[in-house]
């Protein structure tokens, strides 16, 4: 089967794959890349390869001076481009051609569906919708914190329990970005806080603005590990940078500097 043509759902699924890896997971050794051959009938190796083929159309992982594997094709080009015109139906959509594979296949149903918090007595729409916002929460996760490599683009810290896939952009402020992976940051839960609350922004360059709240703030905590934050470029992620109109929107909306909304910054509704 491996030497046919990709198919267009084979191709959504790999990018789903795609972005839910950091880039030196793509390669045919990883449980996930191997997993997903299985599937879809082709081999580890081809899978890796595709992965690389859509690394090559990203432009961060050009910009960084990484090419990816030449040869996308124009199919993979639009599998790219469709999931940037619709994240959240593509992200679902993914997750239900992955659950219909592995029932054809006798595999057990995976976590994202079964690790849905709610009462047993949630059946039906109910529960298909909340089935759905667990998937899309899954999946924004996984990109964000794939692309920064599992780490605070902040503070550097790397424990997956207080990280965070924080929205630049509200999840409310705008639905059709709210699993963009641009629009998204990997924070610690404090800086997440601090981020969403307005105290804490990005200039055009990247670099870390403090509200004056924290900058006149005197607690020794503050003081040592906030402050010393002012100025710093954050890490940029390997893929999926943070896009240049979502951090403009969060500075003129939520940074408490701004003049423009104030402290009352909306909840973003972020991923923990």
């Avoid at 703030?217 to 390997?238: T, Y």
């Avoid at 408490?256 to 910054?265: C, E, K, L, M």
């Amino acid at each position: 089967m491996s030497s046919k043509r990709w198919t267009t759902d084979q191709l959504k699924l790999a990018f789903h794959l795609y972005c839910r890896l950091s880039f030196g997971q793509l390669h045919q050794g990883n449980p996930e890349v191997v997993e997903l051959a299985g599937l879809i009938g082709r081999t580890p190796s081809a899978v890796a390869m595709k992965l690389c083929n859509f690394a090559s159309l990203d432009p961060a992982i050009v910009a960084s001076g990484r090419k990816g594997l030449a040869g996308a094709s124009r199919l993979d080009r639009q599998v790219w481009e469709l999931f940037q015109a619709d994240w959240e139906g593509l992200a679902v959509e993914c997750a239900q051609l992955r659950q219909a594979l592995r029932a054809e296949r006798g595999l057990p149903r995976e976590e994202a569906d079964e690790a849905v918090d709610m009462p047993e007595d949630f059946t039906g729409a109910t529960r298909q919708v909340l089935v759905e916002q667990r998937i899309k929460q899954q999946f924004f996760r996984r990109a964000v914190l794939g692309s920064y490599a599992g780490r605070c683009c902040m503070s550097g810290l790397s424990e997956p329990g207080l990280l965070v896939a924080s929205h630049i952009v509200p999840w409310c402020q705008d639905p059709a970005n709210r699993l963009n992976p641009a629009n998204g940051l990997c924070l610690s839960a404090l800086h997440d806080r601090a981020f969403d609350q307005g105290l804490l922004s990005l200039d055009d360059e990247y670099r870390i603005l403090l509200a004056e709240p924290l900058r006149r703030n005197a607690d020794p905590f503050v003081c040592q590990v906030l402050q010393p934050l002012a100025g710093r470029p954050i890490k940029l992620p390997e893929r999926f940078w943070p896009e240049a109109g979502f951090v403009a929107w969060h500075r003129r909306h939520v940074f408490v500097d701004s003049g423009v909304g104030g402290s009352a910054a909306v909840s973003g509704g972020d991923f923990a």
